[in-house]
């Protein structure tokens, strides 16, 4: 049984994009099927679609590497002009959005790591695409982690051309393994968990609430 395909409506009529369980799309294609059920969902804009597109099981990432190996795929074999449609067409999604995922695989690695946990998010990556620098997405990719900012807080930051603000040393993306400590080392205690590689130490951030402070004791049997 299909688990049913969410999608939202394009511009051009009866076109839409795909924003969840794609496999059911791909393994009805496989298998021969016209009709599969699909869920229209109605009045989303760019940044809903991101956050649906961040959920899939799949990722933005592994996402856009499939576009590409079927796009690789389709120029070896001569299509030269239009392979990208062609990729839009037979993954039910929009053009521009083959086209925005391609752009992701061009960001530095360790930014695509982040992006893959979970750190960065879609709309994050598209944000840092449309920067040219791979040193100053690797700048901004790490201020964004280390600060929580939005979206639009990161887009407003990549439209500033180089300041003394933008220069200044930021750290090094930090690796996905010490992510995912932190990540694990949050769920674990229920709270805020940040891991200072350079002076070796973590810090444990209850945010003055005493409830909190408890649980975390409780977790470590540090109650009495």
Known sequence: MFQPILARALEEPRRYEILANLVSWLAAQRAGLHDVPVTVLEGLDDAAADRFLDSRDDGPVAT???????????????????????????????????????????????????????????????????????????????????????????????????????????????????????????????????VDEGRGRFEINYHGNLDVLDGILERLGCRE
């Open 64 to 194: 856009a590497r499939r576009f590409k190996a079927e796009k690789d795929q389709l120029e070896a074999s001569g299509v030269m002009r239009g392979a990208t449609g062609v990729v839009a067409r037979r993954f039910g999604v929009s053009r521009s959005s083959v086209a925005h995922a391609l752009r992701l695989l061009t960001l530095p690695e360790t930014v695509l790591e982040a992006i893959e946990i979970g750190a960065l998010h879609a709309g994050h990556a598209k944000a840092l695409a449309g920067v040219d620098d791979p040193d100053r997405q690797s700048r901004l990719a790490a201020s964004t982690i280390e600060r929580g900012w939005s979206v639009r807080r990161l887009e407003k930051e990549c439209r500033t051309r180089a300041t003394v603000h933008d220069t200044r040393v930021n750290p090094p993306v930090r690796s996905p393994d010490m992510l995912r400590l932190e990540r694990r080392m949050s769920a674990a205690l229920g709270c805020e968990v940040r």
